[in-house]
């Protein structure tokens, strides 16, 4: 296949393929995506940083990662959308070129991933510290052991690209290393979303002081929900990626590869990467809207693009919420005509509830 300029490509005729279609696809929505992020970017940079009077304060340390995180991402979809232009067929194949590539755009992929679970981290700690749902150092001891883990298979796939040169038959060094940074993504993920969701059910449903019915109770559903709803979007969209990276090392499509045995290999390993690359973009994207919603000043926006999603798990959880409520009333009922002495009820339950200014800073 000759290799092409970048406007010879697609100005001079000629028959168009599938990954010419996909190549445009992929920088139109891609662009679209590095200029929406670099706008929430600026958004949450300005509501984070400004100093006015009558604006609450957010810890410093949240802010700062916040602040790296989104901005790590950043970086990745525009180093990401630049393999659109600087990989054109085999300008990116087992050379220099191409293993600068491979390397930069999943450094960067991990690095923004790792900054947003050490953001997660940080308010898992700072938001139940010294209270009654305070977790114990085991806790954060293994969600730091899941990093590290990410780190090293990060580690693996550099000593790959050093001893292996990826020649495109799949090696099970980047196979084994990509399988452990989609494993320690997933598993960061989920443990550190139900860790922190899991205390705020317990408040709400062991004090007296949160009820469903009153706007205090709405308003910290609301905020169950919605900590509850950003992660899991993230985590879904972090997961596809995961899983095409590993199908990409499995498949030995890390580079645009033609091999004489299989003529077809590069055009399906270009198709595969645009797919791949595009995806990237998204979910980069989506860590930085998440970033962005979860403060205060992203609840409006929150509104309009959770809006359907958040009303919809709010309405599922109330339902079960009130049957559950009825069962126990009626079992309640039977026991008062028994002769056996009641059960402590709710009001009796003495729990230290937690710092309301910490769960306000996570929402600020």
């Known amino acids: ?12 005729p000629h028959v168009w393929t599938i990954d010419d279609y996909m190549w445009i696809i992929g920088v139109t929505i891609g662009g679209l995506c590095i200029i929406v992020s670099f706008i929430v970017l600026a958004l949450t940079a300005y509501h984070l940083w400004r100093k006015t009077a009558g604006h609450i304060q957010i810890n410093v340390t949240t802010k700062v990662l916040s602040t790296m995180s989104i901005i790590v991402s950043w970086i990745s979809e525009c180093v990401m959308f630049s393999t659109y ?4 067929y085999e300008w990116c194949g087992p050379n220099a070129l191409g293993q600068f590539y491979f390397l930069s755009t999943l450094d960067l992929y991990i690095l923004s991933k790792l900054l947003l679970y050490t953001l997660l981290i940080y308010r898992l700690w700072s938001t139940y510290k010294g209270g009654t749902y305070a977790y114990g150092r085991k806790v954060f001891v293994t969600l730091g052991v899941f990093a590290v883990l990410t780190f090293f ?13 990826y020649n ?11 399988l452990i940074i989609c494993i320690m993504d997933i598993l960061l993920g989920i443990v550190s979303m139900v860790l922190f969701v899991k205390p705020l059910f317990d408040i709400m449903r062991n004090t007296e002081s949160v009820n469903m019915k009153d706007e205090k109770g709405k308003t910290w559903l609301d905020t169950i929900v919605r900590f509850i709803v950003l992660p899991l979007t993230a985590l879904i969209s972090s997961t596809i990626v995961g899983i095409l990276l590993v199908v990409r090392t499995a498949l030995g499509f890390e580079h645009a590869v033609a091999n004489e045995w299989n003529p077809t290999a590069m055009i399906r390993s270009i ?4 797919c791949f690359i595009l995806l990237s973009i998204l979910d980069s994207g989506i860590s930085i809207w998440c970033i962005f919603l979860n403060f205060k000043f992203g609840h409006a926006y929150y509104a309009v693009i959770c809006g359907p999603c958040h009303r919809s798990m709010l309405k599922k959880y109330i339902s079960r919420e009130q049957k559950k409520h009825t069962t126990e009333g009626m079992n309640q009922s039977y026991l008062e005509t028994q002769t056996l002495t009641p059960t402590a009820g709710r009001q009796d339950l003495k729990i230290q509830p937690v710092d309301s200014h910490s769960v306000n800073d996570c929402e600020e």
Do not use: E, T, W
């Open 271 to 274: 198709a595969y990467l645009n």
């Open 85 to 88: 232009f600087a990989c054109l």
């Open 168 to 178: 495109g038959k799949g090696q099970l060094l980047p196979l084994v290393s990509s």
């Open 153 to 165: 298979g990060l580690i693996l796939v550099h000593v790959a690209v050093s001893y292996d040169k």
């Open 1 to 12: 296949m000759d290799r092409r300029s970048l406007i010879g490509a697609y100005l001079v």
